[in-house]
């Protein structure tokens, strides 16, 4: 193995992007193409809450493990990003907002009890990744927020367009992240860039690019099971109004 | 909540069970009754192969946890009978026997590069959670043994019937695994009924024994969705010989 130049390492995490970005799966086409129906939308905003309700623990999670002052200051505005100045702000209470009005009950998916199992293992995956690899690895797997900016547009719009129970306010979530995103992910790309100098830890920022891109997908493919085809929602698991029960 | 008694908490595991274990997946009904093509056996097998080889460790974090050397020592044969006294035996070389005999390159297998996300995040999941949790938590997560020896049967009757290319020789593995599985969850189900006298212990022991058949079950999940229906093979994943690239 060589040493990457910094813009071949980039060219290297761009094209797994590319390859294996959530944007690419099946359950995305149909839900930003108006294919989905509420009850699979429910069930998509119920299982992503977690997700977003775990970021702020991630992100903690490594701003932990960093005894460089300027990378914790750095990495804190994602903190205020998810979870806000108040109750009523913040990347979490928007996610709320949007399960809210999709007809979903507060409590319900804040308590958890509908997830996917396999949500809450992608989801605690991450989690783990971050606490127990690297800090560069930690870092490198927040790239995938170099790609969505691009998915994000096309989501605002498809679900805009597809379903007449949706409207920016709903969408709010969405609104707010891009800019976010996109500072944060030049930060973490010139960080590695900057930091990974041998051909080992190359190899395992792309690794952790790669793993991050199947936590996403995992969630996906767990949806599509449970709530496209073949409808298998695992026991326990939310069961949207308009799902007869397999 | 009230304290149950020792039977009724035993009666509620067993009736998780009944309801949640993995014998009730579509999967299983599947592989069990002739209906999977080998190239979805292949991929079953190579998928467990990580659980298999994670067993152990997760036994070894479990006793790095006890301070009871009495739990330790009866603990320690866990890892006998996954580990063996010698590269050939053993529970994980047996798996390792099924996968050759499917006809899968062993170091392809070990090299778990053709996993499901999902397979992996599931099994660190079963892997942290005995880390994280209580002692007890842990014990009881080891639980679904108490019904491995019915599926066992079940399956070996199952496949011996169902698929010309199994032998008794290739499921040399489920051969060995009931009596183990009959010793191991007596012990796991004895210490839970005496260490949980509270109803919030006894709570948590009802919870670790759903929390492992979600383990069990959300493998299947993701074992479905990749190989039977839709066929969407996470990217990356083992592509069986006879499954069309979709």
Same mark, same amino acid.
């Given at each position: ?100 009005? @999709? ?8 308590? +958890?009890?509908?997830? $996917?199992? /396999?949500?809450?293992? *992608?989801?605690? %995956? ?79 920022? @792309? ?8 936590? +996403?997908?995992?969630? $996906?493919? /767990?949806?599509?099971? *449970?709530?496209? %085809? ?17």
């Amino acid at each position: 193995m060589n040493v990457l130049s910094a813009d071949e390492l980039e060219a290297r995490l761009r094209d797994i992007g590319a390859r294996r970005y959530h944007r690419l799966h099946p359950f995305h086409h149909l839900l930003h193409g108006g294919k989905c129906t509420k009850g699979q939308i429910q069930a998509w905003a119920l299982n992503r809450y977690y997700y977003q309700a775990q970021i702020p623990i991630k992100d903690a999670s490594l701003i932990a493990r960093c005894t460089d002052p300027a990378l914790r200051r750095e990495w804190r505005s994602r903190l205020v990003d998810h979870d806000g100045e108040s109750a009523t702000d913040g990347g979490i209470a928007r996610w709320l907002a949007l399960t809210t009005a @999709l007809g979903l009950d507060h409590d319900y998916v804040v308590s +958890l009890r509908g997830l $996917l199992p /396999a949500t809450r293992f *992608a989801v605690d %995956a991450y989690v783990h990744f971050v606490r127990e690899r690297t800090v560069l690895e930690a870092v490198a797997s927040s790239l995938t927020e170099l790609f969505s900016p691009v998915i994000i547009g096309e989501r605002m719009e498809g679900m805009l367009r597809g379903y007449d129970f949706v409207t920016r306010d709903t969408l709010a979530y969405f609104d707010k992240r891009p800019p976010q995103a996109q500072r944060d992910s030049e930060f973490a790309l010139d960080y590695v860039k900057r930091q990974a100098m041998t051909p080992e830890g190359q190899q395992a920022v @792309l690794a952790a690019l790669e793993f991050k891109c199947d936590v +996403l997908w995992a969630q $996906l493919d /767990a949806l599509y099971h *449970a709530y496209v %085809a073949p409808k298998h929602v695992s026991p326990g698991a939310f069961i949207p109004a308009d799902q007869e029960q397999s």
